[in-house]
């Protein structure tokens, strides 16, 4: 066990900055707190809270991501169109060191060598005059920005791989692909008969998962089509919560009512390779690949799944999980 102390506000603070090696950010004790999760301890504890601020909103949740460097950056919005606050985790000193920034609501994408910095709503105009959201191209190595991309529409979905400067994005019912480095954003032709609800983003491949129109099975199962442009899964008998690609394979947290299948597919043939049950999630809020076993979120727990012999470990977050 490691030893914790009393933090701001009382939140009690773990010493696990070594163990820890992906984080999540949570609501403890009334405050927005950086969550460490040690996967072969099985264990999550509270690190650092978050500097409360006058401006601060409750109305947009903060956003925690790794870019590709192993940085961590956690995001907090703030009211009255002010630009968000930024810190970056500080594993040496235990700390959230601040950041300067002037961007307002934006989700941060991470590449491969850029980033993507994604509007949550419409805030230009397409060539055609048109609604759009735009797409800050930045090199986090000094985060300044090297394009402005436009995405027509409202992007409700998006996704990155750290090993790709291509990003993937879904705008109402259209879905895109965006290379960061060369600037161009291509439409990719839409699913016919798939609800999409659910996006990955494999070396710059989108991955589409979603429910199909018609024909709803009582069985868990699914349908994967690929094609030069997309790969498109169609999850019948349960609703896709959380997807993840990894190259080869595609995983998917699907919820069956009271529980969550986590199905592997192969991302070439579609043949599923490994099914685990979570029993006791009825909604998975994040999914994570860790070596240790793949990580299924709830609000108050994260459970550890070993998708191969499908063991699996519940254990319990200090707080409520954010939507980061």
Same mark, same amino acid.
């Given at each position: 066990?490691?030893?914790?102390?009393?933090?701001?506000?009382?939140?009690? /603070?773990?010493?696990?900055?070594? !163990?820890?090696?992906?984080?999540?950010? +949570?609501?403890? #004790?009334? /405050?927005?707190?950086?969550?460490?999760?040690?996967?072969?301890?099985?264990?999550?504890? *509270?690190?650092?809270?978050?500097?409360?601020?006058?401006?601060?909103?409750?109305?947009?949740?903060?956003?925690?991501?790794?870019?590709?460097?192993?940085?961590?950056?956690?995001?907090?919005?703030?009211?009255?169109?002010?630009?968000?606050?930024?810190?970056?985790?500080?594993?040496? #000193?235990?700390?959230?060191? !601040?950041?300067?920034?002037?961007?307002?609501?934006?989700?941060?994408?991470?590449?491969?060598?850029?980033?993507? %910095?994604?509007?949550? @709503?419409?805030?230009?105009?397409? *060539?055609?005059?048109?609604?759009?959201?735009?797409?800050?191209?930045?090199?986090?190595?000094?985060?300044?920005?090297?394009? %402005? @991309?436009?995405?027509?529409?409202?992007?409700?979905?998006? +996704?990155? #791989?750290?090993?790709? =400067?291509?990003?993937?994005?879904? $705008?109402?019912?259209?879905?895109?692909? $965006?290379?960061?480095? &060369?600037?161009?954003?291509?439409?990719?032709?839409?699913?016919?008969?798939?609800?999409?609800?659910?996006?990955?983003?494999?070396?710059? &491949?989108?991955?589409?998962?979603?429910?199909?129109?018609?024909?709803?099975?009582?069985?868990?199962?699914?349908?994967?089509?690929?094609?030069?442009?997309?790969?498109?899964? *169609?999850?019948?008998?349960?609703?896709?919560? +959380?997807?993840?690609?990894?190259?080869?394979?595609?995983?998917?947290?699907?919820?069956? !009512?009271?529980?969550?299948?986590?199905?592997? /597919? =192969?991302?070439?043939?579609?043949?599923?390779?490994?099914?685990?049950?979570?029993?006791?999630?009825?909604?998975?809020?994040?999914?994570?690949?860790?070596?240790? !076993?793949?990580?299924?979120?709830?609000?108050?727990?994260?459970?550890?799944?070993?998708?191969?012999?499908?063991?699996?470990?519940?254990? #319990?977050?200090?707080?409520? @999980?954010?939507?980061?």
């Amino acid at each position: 066990m490691t030893a914790a102390c009393s933090g701001p506000g009382g939140v009690e /603070l773990g010493k696990d900055w070594k !163990g820890s090696t992906t984080f999540a950010v +949570a609501k403890v #004790d009334g /405050l927005v707190t950086v969550v460490g999760i040690n996967p072969d301890k099985a264990r999550a504890e *509270s690190l650092a809270v978050v500097p409360q601020q006058s401006d601060d909103t409750d109305a947009v949740s903060p956003h925690i991501v790794e870019l590709a460097d192993g940085r961590w950056i956690l995001t907090v919005p703030r009211k009255s169109d002010k630009p968000d606050r930024r810190y970056q985790v500080n594993r040496k #000193d235990h700390a959230l060191d !601040g950041m300067t920034g002037d961007e307002r609501l934006r989700r941060i994408l991470p590449g491969k060598t850029l980033v993507a %910095e994604v509007a949550g @709503l419409p805030d230009t105009t397409s *060539s055609g005059k048109t609604a759009a959201s735009s797409v800050l191209v930045k090199d986090p190595s000094d985060w300044t920005t090297k394009r %402005e @991309l436009k995405i027509p529409g409202t992007i409700g979905l998006a +996704a990155s #791989d750290p090993a790709s =400067d291509t990003v993937c994005l879904a $705008a109402d019912t259209k879905v895109y692909v $965006a290379d960061l480095t &060369h600037g161009t954003v291509t439409p990719v032709p839409s699913p016919n008969g798939v609800d999409i609800n659910n996006l990955a983003c494999s070396g710059g &491949h989108p991955v589409i998962v979603g429910s199909p129109t018609s024909g709803h099975s009582s069985t868990l199962k699914t349908t994967v089509t690929r094609t030069p442009a997309a790969t498109t899964v *169609s999850v019948n008998g349960g609703r896709a919560d +959380a997807v993840a690609a990894t190259g080869s394979s595609i995983v998917i947290a699907a919820s069956t !009512g009271s529980d969550t299948e986590l199905l592997e /597919l =192969d991302a070439t043939t579609g043949k599923e390779l490994h099914r685990a049950r979570v029993k006791g999630v009825a909604s998975a809020l994040g999914l994570t690949p860790t070596p240790a !076993g793949w990580l299924v979120y709830t609000e108050k727990t994260v459970t550890r799944v070993n998708l191969t012999t499908g063991a699996t470990k519940e254990f #319990d977050l200090p707080g409520t @999980l954010l939507n980061s």
